[in-house]
């Protein structure tokens, strides 16, 4: 859902063009078509698409977002790791519509001071272990007993636009 393509990360200037989800007033989310094992690790760099229409400083700059155990359809069939989420009201690991954990300090500087920034995302399912950081610094992490079995994951976003580079996935068993 939401539009998915190469494009420019700042109105400002076009020489830099990034890949990019945006979708306002609703979700933008990019499915793998390709399945992952019970263990997983998603790694990513976010950043904010600029949006002068919506603030000069990244007022507006929230839910740079992964799921993972999903089916491949509803973001909320599986594990959201949401960086910045609820307009930026913290980060959460959200397992289908239920908040497992909350971190309140962890959050998107919204400042012009993050233009040309980039955040470094890593999640990790092993067992029943999920695990979130944010630039290196552990979000947290938590047990759930009974994991979810899905086996699809994505990246999202909720009424915003981010850019993406350099996805890393690691999991057990082959991709198919």
């Known amino acids: 859902s939401g539009e998915w393509k190469v494009t420019n990360r700042w109105q400002c200037d076009p020489r830099w063009s990034f890949f990019s989800g945006v979708q306002r007033n609703g979700a933008a989310c990019l499915w793998n078509k390709l399945v992952h094992g019970d263990n997983i690790t998603l790694e990513f760099f976010a950043g904010p698409k600029m949006d002068q229409e919506r603030g000069k400083r990244y007022e507006y700059a929230a839910d740079f977002n992964a799921v993972i ?66 630039d290196g610094a552990l979000v947290g992490s938590v047990r759930d007993e009974t994991p979810l079995d899905g086996r699809r994951f994505g990246l999202w976003t909720w009424d915003n636009g981010f850019m993406v580079a350099q996805v890393r996935v690691a999991t057990d068993g082959q991709m198919r």
Do not use: M, T
Request: glycine share 10%; aromatic share 12%; proline share 3%.
């Open 69 to 134: 155990c999903a089916d491949g359809q509803d973001i909320s069939s599986g594990y959201s790791f949401l960086f910045g989420g609820w307009n930026d009201s913290g980060s959460q690991i959200v397992r289908q519509n239920k908040i497992l954990l909350e971190n309140e300090r962890i959050v998107i500087p919204r400042k012009s001071a993050i233009h040309r920034r980039w955040f470094h995302v890593k999640l990790r399912k092993r067992g029943p272990q999920l695990a979130f950081w944010v």
